[in-house]
């Protein structure tokens, strides 16, 4: 099956700074989303993201398809940016998602 | 409209009993899938249903088991819980059967003691 890797596992920041998460995918894929896991448990959907760029205010994300992987842009990172951050994805129209093991992410104020 | 809906929140079972978690998706989308999360990983994939029927079992012993009704709503069963089974539920609804947006519920955080 697909296999999905986070980097980094862990990532420390004060407020204000930029930073990059990747997910590197072994297989092509018709689906990838970036997910926000609050303290709660809930996954917000950050981006539905197959393939291209796009942006969301502070978040933006790129995925390139031909080489596998995708990267989520945080940028002036806020004290509520705090949780884990997942990359998902299908392959094969099978509509089950694939996690990594996720990107923890703190952010000092 | 509402998001994704799951009930109940938080419940304790003791080892052996049964949990049955609801799940009702985004008005519209027709297909449910259950996750299962444990502390410190990603979640792993249960079930999907799509249309009511079953379209995809993860690989999970043939204690958990699902159904979808005709209002697209889901259920997840597991019989004779192990300690093991304590993790958070997670259901996902989605358009279509694959390669659409997914949404997720809130959750269901079982304990098993």
């Known amino acids: 099956g697909i296999q999905v890797e986070q980097s980094p596992p862990d990532l420390i920041l004060q407020e204000g700074a930029n930073s990059t998460l990747r997910c590197n995918f072994s297989?092509?894929?018709?689906?990838l989303q970036w997910f926000h896991q609050n303290p709660w448990g809930q996954l917000i959907n950050l981006f539905y993201?197959?393939?291209g760029t796009k942006q969301n205010g502070r978040l933006s994300a790129t995925t390139v398809a031909t080489e596998r992987y995708s990267l989520l842009y945080i940028s002036s990172s806020q004290t509520t940016d705090s949780g884990v951050y997942f990359c998902?994805?299908?392959?094969?129209?099978?509509?089950?998602?694939?996690f990594g093991q996720g990107t923890t992410l703190q952010v000092k104020p | 409209d509402a998001g994704v809906t799951q009930s109940p929140t938080h419940l304790i079972k003791t080892r052996g009993q049964h949990v049955t978690l609801r799940c009702s998706p985004i008005?519209?989308?027709?297909?449910v899938s259950w996750y299962q999360q444990v502390l410190g990983q990603g979640p792993q994939f249960i079930f999907q249903?799509?249309?009511?029927?079953?379209?995809g079992r993860g690989n999970f012993p043939d204690r958990f088991s699902a159904r979808q009704f005709p209002n697209y709503s889901s259920e997840l069963n597991v019989n004779a819980l192990l300690l093991g089974d304590s993790a958070l539920y997670l259901c996902?609804?989605?358009?279509?059967?694959?390669?659409?947006?997914?949404?997720f519920g809130e959750g269901s955080w079982l304990t098993v003691v």
């Open positions: 996902a609804s989605t358009r279509g059967d694959s390669g659409n947006t997914i949404y």
């Open positions: 297989d092509s894929v018709n689906n």
């Open positions: 993201i197959p393939s």
């Open positions: 998902a994805v299908e392959g094969g129209n099978t509509g089950k998602l694939i």
């Open positions: 008005s519209g989308h027709k297909s």
């Open positions: 249903y799509y249309e009511k029927e079953e379209r």
